[in-house]
């Protein structure tokens, strides 16, 4: 077993399993190695979560770079008495939703009409992860945050009410109401498969 | 009790944990009991599994080695853009922290020599500016006391109710319990700051109120001119106001492109947004400038050396942060700045549109100004920003409104109606964006009764909120407008404070705080305007009812910010702040500091409650209850507290003394009930 020069030094993955708050401590402090295990234990689903809310998976991981980037000289400030990991992703969101908003005109638009609609080369399944994927692009930012945080990044409402800067109503409402447009437009879908 | 025919609608909040505990159990108890609803949520459940179809590609490969790289490329090679792919603007290079190293790499790279000939060259040019600066001030504040006096500012004991927090308060207008509820404010705006802003030190937060003249209209009145929260310790160019409202957030995304002077020609701008307390009294007055200040929104850039000047140091504060933001978005371009504006308030456009709203109250003149910064998405390039429709039938002038194309895009829905309305927002009214409704009388048509439900609100059940009424009684004789806005700021993070305003024109804004309380209305004579504070969130309002007495001229209510808010609002936490505007705890007037301190305490037990620190709550509401063992609202909400920590004896103990001091209140009732679901 190694022993440190000091009791707070981070010596590395080995450790027995430090949380993210310490690990930022130390990373303020200037070890390197406690802010690789911090981008490695991030990385994995915050890319994923800027894959959905970008829809685009290489852009995703520089967003991510940038995203830990921006922590990485705030960590300085970082009060590691409060949670890391939605302040990251409050990071990411602002990283995430920037470029959208520069790039939104160039991308392809979220829907397309019934009478482009691929018939027979795509298998059903496949057609419905688009048609989440397009009606989860079609929310408002907000709501597709806090969508994506909850269902798919698995967020309590209080982290992303970090991560988002409101109140948990506010994210409960977001929610709820992104659930019953998504629920409205993919009936469809639903209904085509509940068919015997 | 669930109902089954709620169900429904509630499984998929249920099934995401959305909904507060004690309906979770409830919906839990009730599906393990009843076919029918758990085969919805069974179905609901297979609903959302779906979504798991949308699935993005597993991370390929690590990308740390290629961060460690960049990130030391960064730091050891100052100026090299972090990512020349990512970066577009130069304001984004790096941080301050990158620069500030670089900086100090490049010192250490120099030579010894010429660090000691730079250094001895520095400090004398320190010691000769301080011994300058010194004489200067010295001169300047003996005059400036000689011709003002002594400054008006007094620190009340009372308003030393947290650590690392002043409220500063003149005149001595404002009771201890206001001070005490701006304080919370200030706590949550310093809790916003600290997140929003985590580089800046938030370690003293001094709060100015006044509401005395000159101050008078700045007072708690407005978000975009309420409350100045000054951070100090910090030069005036970074002080700056902040109630963590949008516009606030937004004066600081200003104030951040001016004070790392990013923009050229901006260095010196300063608003009163900025000043600290130190420098008030060289402000003295700022009354409404309205010739100015439609100069200075429309010119923007040209002003703002005026701004600075002494005679433009009068203009509201509003149109100094008009013209500012004007200038900062013609120099970024409107992307740019759009993005930097959601860094500090991500997802929405909210800025914009609370600053717009602000000023065009102040000056209708500065609509056609404000078109400008209309979203196209939101707005049809042709289309106006709001749009009218008339009808003699109360009922068709709503249906109009719910039929036009337009109506979910409008900033402002304007309803001219027939008198005695009751308008009853629905789902369909409310949209995610900020909005008005106006309903305007008929000229010389009186309005005597006028229920604005808003869609915010829980509107589904109305009985627990059907006796909070308001009354507006309008004596002068030129009223032309009376304005109750509901403002976002209360509904979205601080959750202790409400404010009404209300507006008499023409002349100006004419705001009045006021505490609601029975009492005190009927003493005055003059109020506008209505304060709730305290406990009070405009979140568990389903229900407001206006009346107007005597109205010769066309009256026009408005309710703004509209927004939809999930049922499960409806909450005990609800109840704990209807009741506690239900029956305002009587302040003896011989035992007004006890009673502050009590209010200060049960003030900081509801924050701390809102915030999930359940254990201290229940330590501050015991405060206010040794202070104040009568405080029915600190018995109720102190029972909800005790209810979230598994307390339920204590919990029912204080159900009880809720009945025993509010006997036949709503609150009591409610108090029964909660006791018959607790068994006892």
């Given at each position: 077993m190694r022993t440190a020069e000091h009791p707070f030094t981070y010596l590395g993955p080995d450790d027995a399993e430090p949380t993210d708050e310490a690990l930022a401590h130390w990373a303020a402090a200037g070890n390197m190695r406690a802010v690789e295990e911090l981008y490695r234990r991030h990385q994995g689903p915050v890319v994923s979560y800027l894959r959905r809310l970008t829809r685009d998976n290489d852009i995703a991981v520089d967003l991510f770079m940038e995203a830990f980037f921006r922590a990485y000289v705030n960590l300085k400030s970082f009060d590691p008495h409060r949670p890391f990991r939605p302040w990251l992703y409050r990071i990411a969101s602002n990283v995430g939703l920037g470029w959208l908003r520069r790039h939104r005109r160039s991308l392809p638009p979220a829907g397309r009409p019934d009478g482009e609609r691929p018939v027979f080369e795509m298998v059903a399944e496949r057609e419905l992860s688009r048609q989440v994927e397009e009606a989860v692009a079609e929310l408002p930012d907000d709501q597709r945050t806090v969508f994506i945080l909850r269902h798919y990044q698995g967020l309590s409402c209080a982290e992303i009410s970090a991560v988002c800067g409101c109140p948990e109503g506010t994210v409960r409402s977001r929610m709820h109401y992104a659930v019953r447009v998504l629920r409205t437009r993919l009936r469809f879908w639903v209904e085509r498969d509940d068919e015997p | 009790m669930i109902r089954c025919e709620e169900l429904p609608e509630r499984a998929a909040d249920y099934l995401y944990g959305l909904l507060p505990d004690w309906q979770m159990e409830e919906i839990a108890a009730h599906t393990g009991r009843c076919d029918n609803c758990r085969q919805a949520i069974e179905k609901t459940a297979e609903d959302l599994r779906r979504f798991d179809a949308w699935e993005v590609p597993e991370l390929e490969a690590d990308t740390c080695p290629e961060f460690m790289r960049r990130l030391r490329l960064h730091e050891t090679q100052e100026l090299v853009p972090w990512d020349a792919a990512l970066e577009r603007e130069p304001l984004a290079r790096g941080g301050p922290l990158a620069r500030v190293s670089g900086l100090i790499q490049r010192w250490r790279a120099l030579p010894t020599g010429t660090k000691i000939a730079v250094s001895s060259i520095s400090l004398l040019s320190v010691a000769l500016l301080a011994v300058a600066l010194v004489v200067v001030i010295g001169q300047h504040s003996g005059r400036a006391q000689a011709e003002r006096g002594p400054r008006p500012l007094q620190v009340p004991e009372a308003a030393m109710v947290r650590p690392g927090l002043r409220v500063w308060y003149s005149e001595g207008n404002v009771d201890e319990a206001l001070v005490g509820a701006l304080a919370d404010v200030a706590s949550v705006a310093k809790r916003a700051i600290e997140e929003v802003f985590p580089d800046r030190s938030t370690e003293r937060i001094n709060l100015l109120v006044s509401r005395g003249y000159p101050w008078r209209e700045s007072v708690v009145t407005d978000r975009a001119n309420t409350i100045y929260v000054l951070a100090g310790n910090q030069g005036i160019g970074e002080n700056m106001r902040a109630d963590a409202g949008p516009v606030a957030m937004m004066c600081e995304a200003v104030a951040e492109l001016y004070n790392s002077r990013r923009?050229?020609?901006?260095?010196?701008f300063v608003s009163h947004?900025?000043?600290v307390p130190a420098v008030i009294d060289e402000v003295g007055p700022f009354p409404i400038q309205l010739p100015n200040a439609t100069a200075l929104a429309t010119d923007g850039p040209e002003m703002l050396d005026l701004i600075t000047s002494d005679e433009y140091t009068l203009v509201h504060p509003d149109f100094a942060a008009v013209a500012a933001l004007r200038a900062v978005e013609q120099a970024l371009g409107r992307e740019r700045f759009a993005e930097l504006l959601d860094q500090v308030s991500p997802g929405t456009q909210e800025p914009f549109a609370v600053l717009r709203a602000a000023a065009i109250r102040a000056d209708a003149a500065l609509e056609p100004v404000f078109a400008a910064y209309d979203e196209a998405t939101r707005l049809e390039?042709?289309?106006?920003?709001s749009y009218l429709v008339a009808s003699f039938e109360p009922d068709e002038a709503i249906q109009a409104v719910r039929d036009h194309p337009l109506r979910t895009m409008a900033d402002t829905l304007s309803v001219v109606v027939a008198p005695d309305v009751d308008w009853q927002l629905t789902d369909e009214d409310a949209t995610h964006g900020t909005r008005s409704l106006r309903l305007q009388l008929l000229r010389d048509s009186e309005w005597m009764h006028a229920n604005l439900i808003d869609p915010d609100w829980q509107f589904k059940d109305l009985r627990r909120f059907s006796e909070l009424s308001m009354d507006v009684r309008?004596?002068?004789?030129?009223?032309q407008h009376v304005a109750i806005d509901l403002h976002d700021e209360v509904n979205c993070g601080h959750g202790l404070i409400a404010v009404f305003s209300a507006e008499v024109r023409p002349g100006g804004w004419q705001p009045i705080v006021y505490r609601f309380d029975q009492r005190s209305l009927k003493g005055r004579?003059?109020?506008?305007a209505f304060y709730f504070d305290g406990a009070f969130r405009p979140e568990c309002v389903s229900r407001l009812h206006i009346r107007v007495w005597e109205p010769k001229l066309p009256v026009t209510l408005y309710v703004d910010n509209l927004r939809l808010v999930p049922r499960e609002l409806e909450t005990p936490a609800d109840e704990v702040a209807h009741a506690a505007i239900h029956q305002p705890t009587p302040v003896p007037e011989a035992n007004l500091e006890h009673a502050a301190a009590a209010e200060a305490s049960y003030a900081r037990g509801l924050a701390l409650k809102g915030a999930g620190r359940f254990q201290e709550a229940a330590e501050a509401l015991r405060q206010a209850l040794a202070a104040a063992p009568d405080h029915a609202e600190a018995h109720w909400a102190l029972a909800w507290v005790l209810i979230e920590l598994k307390d339920q004896e204590g919990a029912k103990q204080k159900f009880r003394r809720v009945i025993e001091l509010a006997p036949g209140s709503e609150q009591a009732d409610q108090a029964q009930k909660a006791l018959e679901r607790l068994g006892g």
């Open positions: - | 923009l050229p020609g901006f260095e010196r947004r900025y000043l390039p042709d289309e106006e920003g309008v004596e002068s004789a030129t009223p004579k003059d109020w506008t």
